[in-house]
């Protein structure tokens, strides 16, 4: 069964970092790769950044790049998303799922809860 599980997540004050985890199981983590995804208030869910475990390609939106990156864990089966310079626009519940390589590939696990992620001003 895939699963993949959220956690990290809090308030912080504009500024500041945080690092999200993702642990996933029910996959070979080694051949697939792990998108980060987020829903802000009155939004839809939005891919942000992924990173692939065959070859450690990442990509990301415009809105993270330069502040995002994934670092990942393969011995453990996880991938984190560290994230620096947060601002009130981040604000979102945070969501990863295992997925193809190419950015606009569908993701294929089922929908976590998520970890919310407020940014105060």
């Known amino acids: 069964e895939v699963r993949l599980v959220e956690s990290g997540g809090g308030l912080v004050q504009a500024g500041g970092s945080l690092r999200l985890s993702c642990v996933a199981s029910?996959?070979?983590?080694?051949?697939?790769?792990i998108g980060w995804f987020r829903q802000a208030p009155g939004r839809g869910r939005e891919p942000i950044s992924c990173?692939?475990?065959?070859?450690?390609?990442?990509y990301y939106d415009e809105s993270v790049k330069g502040r995002f990156t994934i670092p990942t864990d393969k011995a453990a089966n996880t991938a984190y998303l560290q994230m620096s310079s947060l601002q009130p626009e981040d604000t979102a519940v945070y969501y990863c799922?295992?997925?193809?390589?190419?950015?606009?590939?569908?993701?294929?696990?089922?929908w976590g809860q998520g970890t919310q992620v407020t940014v105060s001003s």
């Open positions: 799922n295992g997925k193809g390589s190419a950015w606009d590939s569908q993701p294929f696990g089922p």
């Open positions: 990173i692939s475990n065959s070859d450690g390609a990442t």
């Open positions: 029910g996959f070979i983590f080694d051949d697939w790769a």
